[in-house]
């Protein structure tokens, strides 16, 4: 089926102002479909054609102002609509719908637990379309009104407050929504847990599905408290109040992102329901979601964008409010340290492969929806976040939140672009804002910065910073000497506020400007040297408080303190500077990999903030380990890895706060998921915990037995009692994971079977594909996959044909023979990109596979 255009959109919305959509749902036609009716009323401005969008599984019956169409018209997901005359139009059709298993349209589970039966909809991007008949596209705004009919003994949610039909068993209406776009129409229905509650005179809910009631009530008051505390703040910065009657979140099962911002029923992934023991970095990252995702109905919702070359002035701008709300409105105050050592490095890795992109790419590089939902990455997330705590930086909370305010105002329930934004920034400073938007909005790749330091004519050092790459900076450079009292441990001696002009106003490509005084925005004069009298500082650190995005280097002599003392900086966020540098720097082939595994043998047993310790360890044991290292010098790093881990235990024994919990629980996945023999991690098994803590719960049993499977250390009907043990859909996912790990040809065939099937009856949902993927591929096993690198490649680009954009983007993530870094699974992918023509989505993964594997090789060349 063709994707809309930006041209046909732009025409479409030339011609047309569509006012009002009623939309009837029938839930109670069985397990395979649903009866969608949908009338709209719009106006043409002029006469003229035009199309709507369905992609039903039978049009019924279609009419324009009571004149029968014919269904048989219907060219893919097209009716055409001939001979409008200018004026008022009404366009009603019935049509029976397909529920989807792939988290699209109208996502249909049963779960195992109990039986009980949930549907959802996701229509982001252009999947309304899957659910009822649209004009399709972002800027054709319009109210919406739902009525609903669902079995008995379901509640329906919506955008609006839904009232249950007193006349009527099973229907429900929906109350009205002011102008929204297409994608942002939302219905959630099944027999929901819910906790209410009111605050501003709001009604306020959490939804989950029954089975994971108990799990939702022991943590309903921390998410209502989020709730509660990022709404108010989000008030104190907004001048605008918040647009809709209701504020609902739904936590729905197999939901393929971390949620969606639909305006008074966000969905959210079910995960965030713990069911299992969790770190309070993972709880701070449901808070940042839960802030995220309420950012969006000023920004997304109330403001929308106009086509989908400025998805970033969605998501970035969701991305950086939800860690700074978050911070600034509960408990979780270093929400800018987990984003640092775990959110930044996806912008990274995006921005530094062929297929990255401008955070705000020219509208006639987005010139479809196809392309439009490749750029929803790293680049219009972590990127654009990071750049907007730039700005903020450079122009100032006060003066950005002024322009915030400014554009909501000018736009709301409307639409707006790039050129909007940077408008409505303009008129709140004296800065140069456009300027700063073609650097930072308009390039693509990562700059990079590196610390020159010298020897000054006193006797004193100087500094200046070389840059390899085109944009302005504002940062901070952190000094630090050894403590003399504690060689371990490192104590500030000066924070240095820098800028970095863009190469043209510094008339020369390499040099940078330094000043010395305070940090603030605007107030520094640029200077290219940084002198200062006696000994140098032991460690000198660029983008010290990790306010800019570009990668840093150390010098030689601050890289040798930070590997004597990197535990012993003072601050978590300059740590995470630091750990980047050093991911960085072994991604570039400038630091061997087993010198970031000795750094994080010497430092990690003593890092007291979780993230940092997530983040460094799953480096090491994803890409060092599993990657960027000989299988021969693999058993060594993960026995670095078990000893780390070790340690972590050994120095968090009998710790009863929630910090030594969280990191006892990050070093037992890691001891998990790093052994090389059964030893120990079976006896944790059979006892049932881990001695001193923390006693195994179901993700963490499924962990176990998921390595267990990888050695051969294990039966399936040692699964097959686990799945009995706990028969949930997360428990499904945990024995998919298990069968498709076991070295047995038999069982890899039947994994592989699965998920590539190629009928219809025995497709997998989206998570089964995703935890059987999982298992299939395993570094330990490389002879007995081997055989699947060539037919993974044409399986793929069918499946994707045939199931669409998620799957496709499943396949090439998760799928795609990752642990063989050689050379001919790198012809193979190029072969098959050059020759097999694979869908967008799975061509865009493909693509950023190649580059990965490409660089695997080289840091293995190093």
Same mark, same amino acid.
């Given at each position: 089926?063709?994707?809309?255009?930006?041209?046909?959109?732009?025409?479409?919305?030339?011609?047309?102002?569509?006012?009002?959509?009623?939309?009837?749902?029938?839930?109670?036609?069985?397990?395979?479909?649903?009866?969608?009716?949908?009338?709209?009323?719009?106006?043409?401005?002029?006469?003229?054609?035009?199309?709507?969008?369905?992609?039903?599984?039978?049009?019924?019956?279609a009419t324009l102002d009571g004149r029968p169409l014919d269904p048989a018209t219907l060219d893919g997901n097209r009716l055409p609509l001939?001979?409008?005359?200018?004026?008022?139009?009404?366009?009603?059709?019935?049509?029976?719908?397909?529920?989807?298993?792939?988290?699209?349209?109208?996502?249909?589970?049963?779960?195992?637990?109990?039986?009980?039966?949930?549907?959802y909809t996701q229509m982001f991007l252009d999947d309304v379309q899957r659910v009822f008949a649209a004009f399709d596209q972002p800027d054709?705004?319009?109210?919406?009104?739902?009525?609903?009919?669902?079995?008995?003994?379901?509640?329906?949610?919506?955008?609006?407050?839904?009232?249950?039909?007193?006349?009527?068993?099973?229907?429900?209406?929906?109350?009205?929504?002011?102008?929204?776009?297409?994608?942002?129409?939302?219905?959630?229905?099944?027999?929901?847990?819910?906790?209410?509650?009111?605050?501003?005179?709001?009604?306020?809910?959490?939804?989950?599905?029954?089975?994971?009631?108990?799990?939702?009530?022991?943590?309903?008051?921390?998410?209502?408290?989020?709730?509660?505390?990022?709404?108010?703040?989000?008030?104190?910065?907004?001048?605008?109040?918040?647009?809709?009657?209701?504020?609902?979140?739904?936590?729905?099962?197999?939901?393929?992102?971390?949620?969606?911002?639909?305006?008074?029923?966000?969905?959210?992934?079910?995960?965030?329901?713990?069911?299992?023991?969790?770190?309070?970095?993972?709880?701070?990252?449901?808070?940042?979601?839960?802030?995220?995702?309420?950012?969006?109905?000023?920004?997304?919702?109330?403001?929308?964008?106009?086509?989908?070359?400025?998805?970033?002035?969605?998501?970035?701008?969701?991305?950086?409010?939800?860690?700074?709300?978050?911070?600034?409105?509960?408990?979780?105050?270093?929400?800018?340290?987990?984003?640092?050592?775990?959110?930044?490095?996806?912008?990274?890795?995006?921005?530094?492969?062929?297929?990255?992109?401008?955070?705000?790419?020219?509208?006639?590089?987005?010139?479809?929806?196809?392309?439009?939902?490749?750029?929803?990455?790293?680049?219009?997330?972590?990127?654009?976040?990071?750049?907007?705590?730039?700005?903020?930086?450079?122009?100032?909370?006060?003066?950005?939140?002024?322009?915030?305010?400014?554009?909501?105002?000018?736009?709301?329930?409307?639409?707006?672009?790039?050129?909007?934004?940077?408008?409505?920034?303009?008129?709140?400073?004296?800065?140069?804002?456009?300027?700063?938007?073609?650097?930072?909005?308009?390039?693509?790749?990562?700059?990079?910065?590196?610390?020159?330091?010298?020897?000054?004519?006193?006797?004193?050092?100087?500094?200046?910073?070389?840059?390899?790459?085109?944009?302005?900076?504002?940062?901070?450079?952190?000094?630090?000497?050894?403590?003399?009292?504690?060689?371990?441990?490192?104590?500030?001696?000066?924070?240095?506020?820098?800028?970095?002009?863009?190469?043209?106003?510094?008339?020369?490509?390499?040099?940078?400007?330094?000043?010395?005084?305070?940090?603030?925005?605007?107030?520094?004069?640029?200077?290219?040297?940084?002198?200062?009298?006696?000994?140098?500082?032991?460690?000198?650190?660029?983008?010290?408080?990790?306010?800019?995005?570009?990668?840093?280097?150390?010098?030689?002599?601050?890289?040798?303190?930070?590997?004597?003392?990197?535990?012993?900086?003072?601050?978590?966020?300059?740590?995470?500077?630091?750990?980047?540098?050093?991911?960085?720097?072994?991604?570039?082939?400038?630091?061997?990999?087993?010198?970031?595994?000795?750094?994080?043998?010497?430092?990690?047993?003593?890092?007291?903030?979780?993230?940092?310790?997530?983040?460094?360890?799953?480096?090491?044991?994803?890409?060092?380990?599993?990657?960027?290292?000989?299988?021969?010098?693999?058993?060594?790093?993960?026995?670095?890895?078990?000893?780390?881990?070790?340690?972590?235990?050994?120095?968090?024994?009998?710790?009863?706060?929630?910090?030594?919990?969280?990191?006892?629980?990050?070093?037992?996945?890691?001891?998990?998921?790093?052994?090389?023999?059964?030893?120990?991690?079976?006896?944790?098994?059979?006892?049932?915990?881990?001695?001193?803590?923390?006693?195994?719960?179901?993700?963490?049993?499924?962990?176990?037995?998921?390595?267990?499977?990888?050695?051969?250390?294990?039966?399936?009907?040692?699964?097959?009692?686990?799945?009995?043990?706990?028969?949930?859909?997360?428990?499904?996912?945990? &024995? =998919?994971?298990?069968?498709? $790990? /076991?070295?047995?040809? @038999? +069982?890899?065939? #039947?994994?592989?079977?699965? *998920?590539?099937? !190629?009928?219809?009856?025995?497709?997998?949902?989206?998570?089964?594909?995703?935890?059987?993927?999982?298992?299939?591929?395993?570094?330990?096993?490389?002879?007995?996959?081997?055989?699947?690198?060539?037919?993974?490649?044409?399986?793929?680009?069918?499946? &994707? =044909?045939?199931?669409?954009? $998620? /799957?496709?983007?499943? @396949? +090439?993530?998760? #799928?795609?023979?990752?642990? *063989?870094?050689? !050379?001919?699974?790198?012809?193979?992918?190029?072969?098959?990109?050059?020759?097999?023509?694979?869908?967008?989505?799975?061509?865009?993964?493909?693509?950023?596979?190649?580059?990965?594997?490409?660089?695997?090789?080289?840091?293995?060349?190093?």
């Amino acid at each position: 089926m063709p994707a809309l255009t930006r041209d046909e959109a732009q025409t479409r919305a030339r011609l047309l102002d569509v006012h009002r959509y009623a939309i009837d749902l029938d839930l109670t036609h069985g397990p395979a479909h649903f009866v969608s009716r949908t009338a709209v009323r719009f106006s043409a401005r002029t006469p003229g054609d035009t199309f709507v969008e369905l992609k039903p599984a039978e049009l019924r019956s279609a009419t324009l102002d009571g004149r029968p169409l014919d269904p048989a018209t219907l060219d893919g997901n097209r009716l055409p609509l001939t001979g409008l005359t200018a004026g008022e139009h009404e366009l009603r059709l019935e049509a029976a719908m397909s529920y989807s298993r792939t988290g699209e349209g109208m996502h249909r589970f049963t779960d195992p637990a109990d039986g009980e039966t949930y549907v959802y909809t996701q229509m982001f991007l252009d999947d309304v379309q899957r659910v009822f008949a649209a004009f399709d596209q972002p800027d054709l705004k319009a109210e919406f009104g739902l009525t609903v009919t669902a079995p008995p003994g379901w509640t329906v949610l919506g955008n609006g407050t839904a009232t249950r039909d007193d006349d009527t068993e099973g229907r429900w209406t929906l109350a009205p929504t002011p102008p929204i776009s297409t994608y942002l129409v939302a219905v959630a229905a099944g027999p929901w847990h819910t906790v209410r509650t009111e605050h501003a005179g709001l009604p306020f809910g959490i939804h989950c599905r029954r089975s994971l009631g108990p799990h939702l009530d022991a943590d309903a008051e921390e998410i209502l408290d989020i709730t509660r505390r990022c709404y108010d703040r989000y008030h104190a910065l907004f001048e605008e109040p918040y647009p809709f009657d209701s504020y609902d979140q739904a936590f729905v099962p197999e939901f393929n992102m971390g949620a969606m911002e639909n305006p008074g029923l966000v969905t959210l992934r079910d995960d965030f329901v713990f069911r299992s023991a969790v770190t309070d970095t993972e709880r701070q990252s449901r808070g940042m979601v839960i802030a995220h995702e309420m950012a969006h109905m000023w920004f997304g919702d109330l403001v929308t964008l106009a086509w989908w070359d400025d998805i970033w002035l969605n998501e970035s701008f969701a991305e950086y409010m939800g860690y700074q709300v978050l911070s600034e409105a509960t408990h979780f105050t270093d929400t800018w340290t987990d984003f640092g050592i775990a959110r930044k490095s996806w912008g990274y890795d995006a921005d530094q492969r062929p297929s990255t992109h401008p955070v705000a790419p020219a509208p006639e590089d987005v010139p479809d929806t196809a392309s439009a939902l490749l750029n929803f990455d790293g680049i219009s997330y972590a990127k654009g976040a990071s750049a907007l705590r730039q700005l903020v930086a450079w122009m100032g909370e006060k003066d950005f939140l002024a322009g915030i305010n400014d554009h909501i105002t000018r736009h709301r329930f409307g639409n707006a672009t790039l050129a909007d934004f940077v408008a409505s920034l303009a008129r709140a400073t004296d800065r140069d804002v456009p300027a700063w938007a073609a650097s930072w909005l308009r390039t693509t790749g990562v700059d990079t910065l590196v610390p020159v330091v010298g020897t000054g004519a006193d006797g004193g050092w100087t500094l200046r910073v070389d840059r390899d790459g085109s944009r302005p900076h504002h940062l901070t450079a952190g000094l630090y000497d050894r403590d003399p009292t504690d060689p371990a441990r490192l104590v500030a001696r000066d924070r240095l506020a820098w800028d970095i002009p863009a190469p043209a106003a510094a008339g020369d490509d390499a040099a940078t400007a330094a000043t010395t005084g305070p940090a603030a925005a605007g107030g520094t004069t640029p200077r290219r040297l940084h002198t200062a009298p006696g000994p140098r500082p032991a460690l000198i650190l660029l983008n010290d408080g990790d306010l800019t995005y570009a990668k840093v280097r150390l010098d030689p002599a601050s890289w040798e303190t930070a590997r004597d003392a990197l535990s012993g900086l003072p601050d978590p966020l300059t740590r995470a500077v630091v750990w980047n540098a050093a991911r960085d720097m072994v991604r570039d082939g400038e630091l061997p990999p087993t010198a970031y595994l000795d750094a994080a043998r010497a430092h990690l047993p003593y890092e007291t903030d979780i993230a940092i310790v997530s983040g460094a360890l799953a480096f090491a044991r994803t890409q060092i380990a599993d990657r960027y290292l000989p299988a021969a010098g693999r058993p060594a790093a993960l026995n670095t890895l078990s000893a780390i881990a070790r340690d972590i235990l050994r120095r968090t024994e009998g710790s009863e706060n929630g910090d030594g919990q969280g990191l006892r629980l990050a070093a037992v996945r890691t001891f998990i998921d790093s052994a090389t023999t059964p030893d120990g991690i079976q006896d944790w098994l059979s006892g049932g915990s881990v001695p001193g803590g923390p006693a195994l719960d179901p993700e963490l049993r499924w962990r176990i037995l998921g390595r267990l499977a990888v050695l051969g250390a294990t039966t399936p009907a040692a699964i097959d009692d686990e799945l009995a043990r706990d028969p949930s859909a997360t428990g499904r996912q945990g &024995a =998919a994971t298990c069968r498709a $790990a /076991l070295p047995d040809p @038999a +069982g890899k065939q #039947a994994a592989w079977d699965a *998920l590539f099937a !190629t009928d219809e009856s025995t497709d997998l949902s989206n998570y089964l594909f995703n935890a059987t993927a999982a298992g299939f591929w395993a570094p330990e096993q490389l002879d007995l996959v081997r055989p699947y690198a060539a037919r993974y490649f044409p399986d793929a680009v069918a499946l &994707a =044909a045939r199931r669409g954009p $998620a /799957l496709a983007e499943s @396949a +090439g993530r998760l #799928a795609f023979p990752a642990p *063989l870094v050689d !050379t001919a699974t790198l012809h193979l992918t190029e072969e098959c990109l050059r020759t097999a023509d694979p869908a967008p989505a799975l061509r865009r993964k493909l693509a950023d596979q190649l580059d990965d594997l490409r660089r695997a090789l080289r840091v293995r060349g190093a």
